[in-house]
């Protein structure tokens, strides 16, 4: 067996700044990785942000695997292979460990009949099989964050992440410890969730970044079995058309607290060939 790529959509939460969002597949693995939101200037890396030069590095450590080796392997080598990279390319120490590169990542492999399944933070990979339609991660689930976000008050995240107390929150929440992809290979490789389902030929795979997902859980537009019916009949894009408006209708943050009134966005959906 093997990964039909069918479709891909990747959407910046706004023109003018980088995304930091990434998704590729190879032959028998797939990815999706979301790098989180810079909380100071570029520096750290060069001219680069944090959150892109991340995910830049984690998708070419993705993209260069050869043979076929485990998902468990996959994701060793790319850990090691940041660890590694941040190294050689740092430019100073950081201010706090607020600054350091993080991201979100889930992944996917087929083996021996099954796929695993491995991520970090809160991607979101749904399978469609012969049992029906079921998340390989847990439910996207964004209270808490929605929470912090109202706690800031009314329309807190209209200025997305730029406004002195909005920064200093999620800087504030960013120094506490969370298992996240970034340049720590041993907190990665220890932090790392897996899980695998039998598969067979014709089941179709979707890996999100939670921009993306946030169609299931911020804004309560589908469940999963709904996402994968309307993604079926009329395509990613069309999904991310109706994310965006509903995000439009609510650009001033009020019916749906968050930290950004459009996040970095991205989708892949792949079939077992």
């Known amino acids: 067996m093997h990964l039909d790529l069918i479709e891909s959509i990747s959407l910046a939460g706004r023109a003018s700044v980088p995304n930091d969002d990434r998704a590729g597949s190879a032959d028998r693995h797939a990815w999706v990785i979301d790098g989180a939101t810079d909380l100071g200037a570029p520096g750290l890396l060069g001219e680069r942000g944090g ?120 800087r504030a929440a960013r120094e506490r410890p969370k298992a996240v992809l970034g340049v720590d290979a041993a907190q990665a490789k220890q932090g790392t969730r897996h899980a695998r389902a039998p598969v067979r030929r014709g089941d179709d795979i979707l890996l999100m970044s939670d921009g993306f997902a946030a169609l299931i859980d911020a804004y309560a537009a589908y469940d999963a079995p709904a996402l994968v019916s309307r993604m079926a009949e009329a395509g990613l894009a069309a999904l991310g058309r109706e994310l965006r408006q509903i995000e439009r209708d609510d650009a001033a943050c009020l019916r749906y607290p968050r930290f950004k009134a459009s996040d970095d966005a991205t989708a892949l959906w792949v079939r077992v060939g």
């Open 51 to 170: 959150a892109a030069w991340l995910a830049m590095r984690a998708q070419a450590g993705f993209g260069a695997v050869h043979g076929n080796p485990s998902l468990e392997e996959i994701c060793g080598q790319v850990f090691d292979a940041l660890s590694g990279a941040y190294a050689c390319e740092r430019r100073r120490d950081p201010v706090s460990s607020w600054e350091l590169p993080r991201a979100a990542f889930a992944a996917v492999a087929l083996e021996d009949g099954e796929v695993a399944c491995a991520w970090l933070g809160d991607c979101t990979v749904i399978h469609r099989g012969a049992g029906g339609v079921a998340f390989l991660t847990p439910a996207p689930d964004r209270g808490a964050e929605s929470a912090e976000a109202a706690a800031l008050g009314p329309g807190a995240g209209a200025g997305s992440v730029r406004t002195p107390e909005v920064l200093a929150d999620r």
